[in-house]
């Protein structure tokens, strides 16, 4: 509460204490006393409670401030029971707690439907250009190596020659927010979820043409295949808002997982391979059309994350560590190597902490969800 109503509550309420106290002693310098007192307990009141430094929302409570989701009733711990504030409360220059790059670029977990029709639409006006300079980059320095016919097996040559390349090119020293390329990277690299020390600019347009060449493999395998917006029962799933490519049957943000091994190369840590790449593009395909794992309806993520103080509380999906243990061992040992990654603590067979200061809970949500979608045997 502001300190002038304050004064002014404590104010009435001291002038009615002095003026009953001035009809029993008829002093008239009771009034004035009572005014005074009111005044100074109404505000040591108000400090002893926080009210006189921080105004609360209209509506909140402290304990309302303080609780967090329960989660689900499959043996994880019940977030409430932490009772933390959540990190997306902290005074940032953010928009709902992720921040927006300096471009004003809003990232796809923050659009609204509108926004993120015009982000697919954007996506899909930067195929065609994308894809030409591919080709004529190959054409002048691996033309030898790599032939764009179109086919499943081209995808692992010219996988593993941009993978050279992009380590080569190693990381940048430039800031995300203060990148003077920022501008010239395709709109999914501007409004996803890159992470500093990031990829140079070249690198990026390689993976973006990489996406470009993939969609035309795979729209010519799939003819069925559509692109649109990301959407998903649950509302934190990681393609919600997303440009994918979909069927009845599965859909996929493209760049995803080519951006996750661009990565891997430019930090110097084992990227995929091109027998890799091609073996994922073949599970796309089946997925599209309906056929093996990817393409069962499950509607649970692989993985939950929850923004604590100071942490994270990460839930994998409970059949992860029951049926893949070694997986979820590999997980933690890579990702407690990770730039910025303070710490990764395993409190249950399914339920991590980690305390990385510099991400929020959709950045390291979609790392998880892409490193699992990589090593999880198919």
């Not at 065609?128 to 054409?139: D, E, F, P």
């Amino acid at each position: 509460m502001p300190a002038g109503r304050l004064i002014v509550r404590g104010a009435v309420l001291g002038a009615c204490a002095g003026a009953v106290l001035m009809v029993f002693t008829h002093r008239a310098s009771s009034l004035e006393l009572g005014l005074l007192v009111g005044v100074v307990l109404e505000v040591l009141r108000a400090w002893v409670r926080g009210d006189l430094l921080e105004e609360r929302p209209p509506g909140g409570t402290v304990a309302g401030r303080l609780q967090t989701p329960a989660r689900d009733g499959r043996g994880r711990a019940v977030r409430g029971t932490h009772r933390r504030l959540r990190r997306a409360e902290r005074p940032t220059t953010e928009a709902g707690g992720v921040r927006v790059g300096a471009m004003g670029d809003v990232p796809y977990e923050l659009m609204t439907a509108a926004q993120a029709a015009d982000a697919l639409d954007a996506f899909l006006r930067e195929r065609a250009t994308a894809l030409g300079a591919l080709r004529a980059t190959v054409s002048a320095a691996a033309g030898d190596v790599v032939v764009l016919d179109g086919t499943l097996d081209s995808v692992r040559p010219l996988w593993a020659w941009i993978t050279d390349r992009v380590a080569e090119l190693g990381v940048t020293a430039a800031a995300l927010e203060e990148d003077p390329t920022r501008p010239s990277w395709p709109s999914w690299a501007r409004q996803g979820r890159l992470v500093d020390p990031h990829p140079p600019a070249e690198s990026l347009a390689l993976v973006d043409g990489f996406v470009s060449y993939l969609a035309e493999v795979i729209t010519d395998l799939v003819p069925q295949s559509r692109w649109w917006v990301g959407e998903h029962q649950i509302a934190d799933h990681p393609l919600l808002n997303y440009p994918v490519l979909a069927s009845d049957h599965h859909q996929l943000f493209l760049p995803g997982i080519p951006l996750f091994s661009a990565y891997q190369s430019a930090h110097g840590r084992t990227p995929m391979t091109g027998d890799e790449m091609r073996v994922h593009v073949a599970r796309t395909v089946e997925a599209l059309h309906g056929r093996g794992p990817e393409a069962a309806a499950i509607e649970e993520p692989l993985v939950t994350v929850v923004a604590e103080v100071d942490c994270f509380d990460v839930g994998l999906r409970e059949d992860i560590p029951a049926v893949h243990p070694q997986v979820v061992e590999e997980l933690i040992a890579e990702l407690a190597d990770r730039d910025g990654v303070a710490s990764v603590h395993r409190y249950g067979p399914a339920a991590l902490v980690v305390d990385v200061p510099d991400w929020d809970e959709m950045r390291l949500k979609l790392w998880l969800t892409l490193w699992l979608q990589r090593h999880l045997p198919r």
